[in-house]
């Protein structure tokens, strides 16, 4: 199901947004990109990046570095493993047709200049039983803020190895009350989900699935072999003078944690 954008048969860039287009995904909430939009040579320089971030995953703290399925133990084997921040932790990202492609897309969404407001990164080992609880990201924001996340794809992705999941018309929902979820990192809503109003993300490799802050969506266990990859960045249009300061501080927190990991990482390689 791809409700709203066009783009080349290719999966070379998105060529545009037509009024009606953008009318269905800010009515639905979300839209779906089920063709590539960029190439399995791309693909393959995003997880060039991010694998080894994740190789690394017990070097950061705890406000990094979650386990989105369980309690997170160190040295043990995460059931959904999520790194924040991951393009200050691996900068290069930045530059890669991925992440251009991505902002693209927001920037089309938002009719402005949406600078990248979060990113993470969650790999979902094979055959793990951890899902992600039904959420919106307005549930994680305080700010109140209008968002655009950019779901890619590092894989196929099907409901055999927990694609995204939303609910058809949940961005017109407003605000739902969310609540924290025992013995686990995250949030979910206290209300029931109509089953029947659900969409799975079916998506090849390169696909992506883009949503609003108010886009109700989960994901599945993984119940293949593999592991199932995915980048998200959330766009937002510029913050005020107070929230610019904040994140030029915490983007120098993610600096030196960026740093100290670096330096074990070299040091254990000597």
């Known amino acids: 199901m791809r409700l709203g954008f066009v783009h080349t048969p290719s999966g070379?860039?998105?060529?545009r947004v037509t009024e009606e287009q953008r009318a269905v995904f800010d009515q639905e909430g979300?839209?779906?990109?089920?063709?590539?939009?960029?190439?399995?040579?791309?693909?393959?320089?995003?997880r060039a990046l991010l694998d080894p971030l994740f190789?690394?995953?017990?070097?950061?703290?705890?406000?990094?570095?979650?386990?989105?399925?369980?309690?997170?133990?160190?040295?043990?084997?995460?059931?959904v493993a999520e790194l924040e921040y991951v393009t200050l932790l691996a900068?290069?990202?930045?530059?890669?047709?991925?992440?251009?492609?991505?902002?693209?897309?927001?920037?089309?969404?938002?009719?402005?200049?949406?600078?990248i407001a979060f990113s993470h990164s969650v790999y979902k080992p094979g055959h793990s039983p951890g899902t992600t609880p039904w959420h919106q990201d307005a549930g994680y924001d305080p700010t109140g803020r209008?968002?655009?996340?950019?779901?890619?794809?590092?894989?196929?992705?099907?409901?055999s190895n927990g694609c995204m999941r939303y609910l058809l018309g949940s961005q017109q929902g407003g605000l739902l009350e969310h609540h924290d979820i025992p013995g686990r990192h995250g949030r979910t809503i206290s209300a029931e989900?109509?089953?029947?109003?659900?969409?799975?993300?079916?998506?090849?490799m390169g696909g992506a699935a883009v949503h609003r802050e108010f886009a109700l969506h989960s994901a599945g266990p993984n119940n293949t072999d593999e592991a199932r990859r995915s980048l998200i960045l959330e766009f937002a249009p510029p913050l005020d003078a107070k929230d610019r300061l904040r994140v030029r501080?915490?983007?120098?927190?993610?600096?030196?944690?960026?740093?100290?990991?670096?330096?074990?990482?070299?040091?254990?390689?000597?």
């Open 91 to 115: 900068p290069r990202l930045m530059r890669t047709r991925g992440v251009k492609v991505c902002t693209d897309i927001a920037q089309t969404l938002f009719g402005r200049r949406a600078p």
């Open 193 to 204: 989900v109509d089953e029947s109003r659900i969409v799975n993300a079916v998506l090849p």
């Open 12 to 15: 070379g860039h998105v060529s």
């Open 146 to 159: 209008k968002t655009v996340a950019v779901w890619l794809a590092l894989q196929d992705t099907d409901q």
């Open 30 to 46: 979300f839209v779906l990109f089920d063709e590539p939009l960029i190439s399995a040579t791309d693909v393959a320089e995003i």
């Open 249 to 270: 501080l915490n983007r120098a927190k993610v600096a030196r944690v960026r740093r100290a990991v670096n330096r074990k990482t070299s040091a254990a390689a000597a």
């Open 55 to 79: 190789t690394r995953f017990d070097d950061y703290p705890d406000w990094i570095a979650h386990d989105l399925g369980g309690e997170r133990v160190r040295g043990g084997q995460p059931l």
